[in-house]
């Protein structure tokens, strides 16, 4: 018996995960209304810049922002957002990383490196960065068929 797994690489703009390419993952539950997630949509053929949207927690699973494809749309941690090489940066007010997005070009297409140390609702390691990539913990979506888009959950407050 031949077993086939599906991998959705895109020939035009990819993310590094658990040291492997993939167009697009999401990691928790997207629609929760209170829930951890990060989501790295596709990126559509004539754009480059990455889809990133999140609800992200400290250790403590205290709600510091959430984040809907890269603007801040709750921010009960006074995040701020800094430009970087090739990319963003989301920033804790004493200076500390969160979150670190990078996107190199190459002559046949773009790949987006994201930093970063999660954690979930319950205070429980998600995301690592490990090497080039992000290691991820538990249940997720490592490879998307299509574009999630943005999320109509996230919540305006």
């Known amino acids: 018996m031949i077993t086939v797994r599906e991998n959705h690489i895109s020939a035009h703009h990819n993310y590094l995960v658990n040291g492997m390419l993939t167009q697009g993952f999401v990691v928790g539950d997207q629609n929760s209304h209170n829930g951890f997630f990060l989501l790295a949509d596709i990126v559509p053929p004539g754009e480059t810049t990455p889809r990133i949207s999140a609800r992200l927690m400290d250790e403590a699973a205290r709600l510091l922002l959430e ?6 749309a ?84």
């Open 67 to 72: 984040f809907d494809v890269n603007r801040i």
């Open 74 to 157: 709750a921010n009960r941690g006074r995040c701020s957002i800094e430009p970087a090489f090739e990319g963003y940066r989301i920033v804790y007010p004493s200076g500390d990383v969160l979150l670190a997005m990078r996107t190199m070009a190459f002559a046949n297409g773009y790949l987006t490196v994201i930093k970063a140390r999660l954690f979930d609702e319950h205070g429980h390691l998600r995301v690592e960065p490990r090497d080039e990539s992000i290691w991820i913990h538990g249940e997720a979506h490592l490879s998307l068929a299509a574009p999630i888009q943005h999320l109509s959950s996230i919540r305006r407050d």
